[in-house]
C-alpha cells in the first residue's frame, strides 16, 4: 500500500471513505447494498461520531461520486486538501477511537467504604475536591456513587422532618442514603476498552448518570481503573475534536 504522502487528495479521500463505509457496515452488521447515505442516517442513533459528522459524512457521499462516477479508476475530480483532512480525521475516530483510559479517565479512583457515616464521606468529597466517589460494601462490590449534591439533599430531607445534624452526620451511613435511592441509573460500568465516543454516549442516552466505572472487564467487583463524571464531558468532546 502507498505511503499517504504518494497519494493525491482523491486517493486519500477514497481510501477514507472506503475505510469509513467498511467499519459502519460490519460495526453493526448494516447491509452491503445499503446506500452511503442511508447507512449514515441509519448509524446516526448508534453512533457518536457518526451523528456529530452526520452533514460532513452525507456531503462526502456525494463527493465520492462526483470524484469516481462508480468507477475509482478513473478520477474525475481532486479535493481540497481541508477536505481531505476533515474526512481522514472523521475516519481516525471511527476506525481507531481515542481509548477513554488513556485520555479522560481519572486514574487516582477514590472509593469509599459502605459502613462509612456521612460525616466521613463529606469530608473525604470537601478535601478530595471530587463531587462523585464509588462505594463498596464489604465482599468489594459496588453499591453506588455518593454525590455531593444528592448527599445534601439526603440531609436537607432529614433536617425538614425534624432530624438533628449531629444524628445524620454520625449515626447514619452512607450506604443507608444510598439504600433510599435507584442507583442504577447515575452509574454504569464499562470494560478497559471503552472509547472516548463510547462514553459520550453513554451520558448522551442517560440524563441521570453521574458516573461510568472502568474496570478491566467491566465487572462490579472488579478494582476500578479510572472514573468518568459529567464533569467529563466538555474534556471528552475537546479530545475528539482535536483527534
Do not use: W
Not at 460490519?26 to 447515505?37: A, K, P, Q, W
Not at 461520486?65 to 468507477?71: D, L, M, S, T, W
Not at 436537607?156 to 454520625?170: W, Y
Amino acid at each position: 500500500m502507498k505511503e499517504k504522502k504518494d497519494l493525491s487528495n482523491a486517493q486519500r479521500f477514497l481510501q477514507s471513505y472506503n475505510n469509513i463505509d467498511y467499519t459502519i457496515r460490519t460495526r453493526y452488521n448494516l447491509n452491503r447494498s445499503m446506500g452511503f447515505s442511508e447507512l449514515i442516517r441509519r448509524s446516526v442513533a448508534l453512533n457518536y461520531i457518526v451523528r456529530k459528522y452526520e452533514d460532513d459524512l452525507i456531503d462526502f457521499g456525494r463527493l465520492r461520486n462526483a470524484i469516481v462516477h462508480g468507477n475509482e479508476d478513473y478520477i474525475m475530480a481532486e479535493p481540497h486538501y481541508e477536505v481531505v483532512e476533515q474526512i481522514e480525521k472523521i475516519e481516525r475516530l471511527l476506525t481507531a477511537p481515542p481509548k477513554a483510559l488513556e485520555t479522560v479517565c481519572r486514574r487516582d479512583v477514590l472509593t469509599l467504604s459502605s459502613g462509612k457515616s456521612m460525616r466521613e464521606a463529606i469530608i473525604l468529597i470537601a478535601s478530595s475536591n471530587y463531587s462523585n466517589i464509588p462505594v463498596f460494601d464489604n465482599s468489594g462490590e459496588i453499591i453506588g456513587v455518593a454525590n455531593g449534591q444528592k448527599i445534601l439533599d439526603a440531609l436537607g430531607k432529614f433536617l425538614i422532618t425534624g432530624g438533628k445534624a449531629d444524628v445524620f452526620l454520625d449515626n447514619v451511613k452512607i450506604e443507608d442514603m444510598l439504600s433510599k435511592i435507584e442507583n442504577s441509573n447515575y452509574y454504569v460500568f464499562a470494560n478497559k476498552d471503552l472509547t472516548v465516543e463510547e462514553a459520550l454516549e453513554f451520558f448522551h442516552n442517560n440524563s441521570k448518570l453521574l458516573a461510568i466505572l472502568v474496570t478491566k472487564n467491566g465487572g462490579a467487583k472488579e478494582k476500578p481503573l479510572g472514573i468518568i463524571t459529567g464533569t467529563d464531558v466538555i474534556k471528552m468532546n475537546s479530545i475528539l475534536e482535536n483527534y
